[in-house]
């Protein structure tokens, strides 16, 4: 059989997909313990004991300086910027995203400055940003919102610009005004795509949350990251990384499934 | 018969393009106009002249002894090929949308006993295109017959003055194209519409019009072809009963054929 016709059942797919993670961290393990064979103060590939003996003082023991539970601090710390960003981008690409989707006056006007936003890479404004900001939550938020907003207005933009020009006439034989086509024609059928524009956002939100707290931070998953990295804590570092990835797997999926169940119509009406 | 739309003396032109040349018709209320016509002789830019989708480049147009504005409206429904159903919204929610617009000018959304009486209306529309067991579900459930009885639907709700059809049955199977032109007959009678169709389908414009217009260039310039534009060479009455005779054959009908002033006639078993 060819391989483009060969099925694989759901069951089955868990299993093929569970194989390379575990091929990995048995490569990861034997590579460690041959490292700790050689020298056993080795720090670049510590072995699980002393990841959990690391990861055990940040998970539960108060930090002696600010007494805060170090883990759940940095956390709380990087999931609030991460969503105050996301909220603001998200709010913002549906508005404008509208706007200069359907109205084309808009579109003239505003339509190559978003473009030209778009194109700077964010981080060359990260240091504007801690000038004008200072170095506290704004600067940081505003990273992750000029970071990944341009891009999901151009992308909302553009999906409501590609409905079909038939829908938007029929509407207005039905009587339709400019404000009832925005939010009766144009904003529900721009949900779906604006839930999808924030799964793809979440990678680059990432990045910048990660950057602005490498350069200017006193807590967060990125500062604790930079910091222990002085000392070649390897033993912290991955916890954090593998962590990391778990969050934003998690929203990934969350985002998916409310999509599938707040929007069936998008998915061939199944539920 | 009054008259409904006018043209009057109406040209369309692209850039340097003539499209539309001298078009000059009067369309009476309760018409069923077919109009056919080779690909790229301006059928379509005729329908969107009547939504006002478009502006002529000259003349005017007049629908109700009324210049038209180069907008839609809710006097003209429209029903297109493709595309001309909301797939967010079940059929029942795309046949009140009409009804929602007007009532509810700042949400487009109703409540309570407006919306019980506009969820009436609509039912009962949509019992009407047969789509009574359907109301519940949306267009991506649909097969195209069906989505195109939900537009048709959608667009009587308002009870438009014009209704424009740009070739609506193109995309069904013939089966349901058959079951298509019943129901846009038995609606024609029972609302009383005037109906502007666009087809390819020479045998579904005989067979559904009380007029079929031709649209196609009546001169040709080799050098520069796009000088010289499309306008009505055969503009046929059809003086039939629709209500009765739609069983019937056409080819044994016989046609009462009014050319042109070209003067130049048609071969009925062979149309063009």
Not at chain 2, 145 to 161: D, F, H, N, S
Not at chain 2, 221 to 244: F, S, T
Request: proline letters at 6%.
């Amino acid at each position: 059989m060819r391989w483009v016709n060969r099925h694989v059942s759901r069951s089955r797919s868990a299993m093929m997909g569970a194989i390379p993670i575990v091929l990995l961290v048995v490569l990861y393990l034997v590579i460690a313990a041959e490292r700790h064979a050689a020298n056993p103060s080795d720090k670049i590939l510590p072995l699980p004991g002393a990841m959990v003996e690391a990861m055990w003082g940040l998970l539960f023991v108060p930090d002696q300086l600010s007494g805060r539970l170090l883990f759940w601090a940095d956390t709380l710390a990087s999931l609030q910027r991460l969503f105050l960003g996301l909220g603001i981008s998200t709010l913002s690409a549906l508005l404008v995203g509208l706007l200069l989707g359907l109205l084309p006056p808009v579109r003239a006007t505003f339509g190559t400055l978003v473009t030209g936003i778009a194109v700077i890479p964010p981080i060359a404004l990260l240091p504007i940003l801690f000038i004008a900001f200072g170095l506290g939550e704004t600067a940081k938020v505003a990273l992750i919102v000029i970071g990944i907003a341009p891009f999901m207005i151009r992308d909302i933009a553009g999906h409501v610009a590609a409905l079909p020009r038939e829908q938007i006439l029929k509407a207005q034989t039905l009587g339709a005004s400019t404000w009832q086509l925005m939010i009766r024609v144009a904003l529900p059928q721009v949900l779906p795509r604006l839930i999808e524009a924030v799964r793809l956002s979440l990678g680059p939100a990432w990045v910048f949350l990660i950057s602005a707290e490498a350069i200017a931070a006193d807590i967060g998953l990125g500062y604790r990251i930079f910091l222990v990295r002085r000392y070649l804590a390897m033993d912290v570092i991955l916890p954090y990384v593998a962590w990391i990835a778990l969050l934003a797997a998690v929203l990934d999926m969350i985002l998916v499934w409310t999509n599938r169940k707040a929007f069936p119509w998008a998915h061939g009406g199944r539920r | 018969m009054t008259a409904l739309l006018s043209f009057k003396d109406v040209w369309v032109e692209y850039g340097d393009k003539i499209v539309l040349e001298r078009i000059n018709l009067t369309i009476e209320e309760g018409a069923f106009v077919s109009v056919i016509g080779p690909s790229g002789a301006g059928k379509s830019s005729l329908l969107r002249l009547a939504l006002g989708q478009e502006a002529p480049t000259r003349g005017t147009i007049l629908l109700d002894d009324i210049p038209l504005a180069p907008e839609c409206g809710p006097d003209r429904g429209v029903v297109f090929q493709h595309y001309s159903v909301f797939p967010h919204l079940t059929a029942l929610g795309n046949v009140m949308f009409g009804l929602e617009c007007a009532q509810s000018p700042l949400l487009a959304k109703l409540t309570g006993a407006a919306r019980r009486q506009a969820r009436e209306e609509a039912a009962a529309m949509l019992e009407e295109v047969g789509l009574k067991e359907a109301m519940h579900s949306y267009p991506a459930q649909m097969s195209g017959g069906m989505q195109q009885r939900l537009a048709i639907a959608q667009a009587l709700i308002k009870r438009p003055r014009i209704l424009l059809l740009d070739e609506p049955f193109g995309a069904l199977d013939p089966g349901i194209r058959n079951d298509m032109h019943q129901l846009i007959t038995r609606l024609w009678t029972d609302y009383k519409l005037t109906v502007i169709m666009v087809t390819h389908d020479i045998g579904e414009a005989f067979k559904l019009g009380t007029r079929v217009l031709t649209l196609d260039k009546w001169r040709h310039d080799p050098h520069a072809p796009h000088r010289y534009g499309a306008k009505v060479v055969y503009d046929i009455p059809l003086e039939r009963n629709k209500q009765e005779s739609l069983s019937q054959d056409d080819a044994t009908q016989p046609l009462s054929i009014v050319p042109d002033d070209a003067g130049i006639t048609i071969d009925r078993f062979d149309n063009n």
